[in-house]
Antibody
């Protein structure tokens, strides 16, 4: 059974930094593209970032480009999101999401339970 | 950028069948796969349909997906409605540079 467990969400001030982690199990992690998807409380879903199976290709939504960095450690079955220069509009639940394939793709098939990031002064 | 438009809410009685639409406003619905996820209150999303009409393991066959090029839309159909199906449902698709979610449809089973 696929399991994705996020951690690292906390309250932080605007301009601050944070690193989210996602521990994956139940599948061959280094075969699959992984994503971060976020959801502001009470609102809809927004895709944030993608990293292909080998970490070579990465893609970001425009509003986080240059501030967020996605990475992965296939030896630890882990996905990360380094978030810097945080803004109040980054406040959201952040979900780690598995893709059905390993390349540049946007087909989500498994989700974690989410971790809440709150950016507020 | 394209948009995916869903009805804001739908409701139906237990045991009935309901269909939720997702209309793409530019570009063909058939060009890129459509996914559907379910989000029960207070819970994380789960995928119920991927690649237009595929069900992940564990999703009951009461859930089905389809696309219609004439209306440029995708549909999620849930048959034999149960109270546990009450949730928000989001469609999602993409193009070469954008990932788009629909605004979500609140399904009430009453």
């Amino acid at each position: 059974e696929v399991q994705l467990v996020e951690s690292g969400g906390v309250a932080v001030q605007p301009g601050g930094s944070l690193r989210l982690s996602c521990a994956a199990s139940g599948f061959t992690f280094d075969d699959y593209t992984m994503h971060w998807v976020r959801q502001p409380p009470g609102k809809g879903l927004e895709w944030v970032s993608l990293i292909t199976w080998n970490g070579v290709s990465r893609h970001y939504r425009d509003s986080v480009e240059g501030r967020f960095t996605i990475s992965r450690d296939n030896s630890k079955n882990s996905l990360y999101l380094q978030m810097t220069n945080l803004r109040t509009e980054d406040t959201a639940f952040y979900y780690c999401v598995k893709d059905v394939g390993g390349n540049w793709n946007y087909v989500f098939d498994s989700w974690g339970q989410g971790t809440l990031v709150t950016v507020s002064s | 950028n394209f948009m995916l438009t869903q009805p804001h809410s739908v409701s139906e009685s237990p045991g009935k069948t309901i269909t939720i639409s997702c209309t793409r406003n530019s570009g063909s619905i058939a060009t890129n796969y459509v996914q559907w996820c379910q989000q029960r209150p207070g819970s994380a999303p789960t995928t119920v349909i991927y690649e237009d009409d595929q069900r992940p393991s564990g999703v009951p066959d009461r859930f089905s997906g389809s696309i219609d090029t004439s209306s440029n839309s995708a549909s999620l159909t849930i048959s034999g409605l149960k109270t546990e199906d009450e949730a928000d449902y989001y469609c999602q698709s993409y193009d070469s540079t954008n990932v788009v979610f629909g605004g979500g449809t609140k399904l009430t089973v009453l």
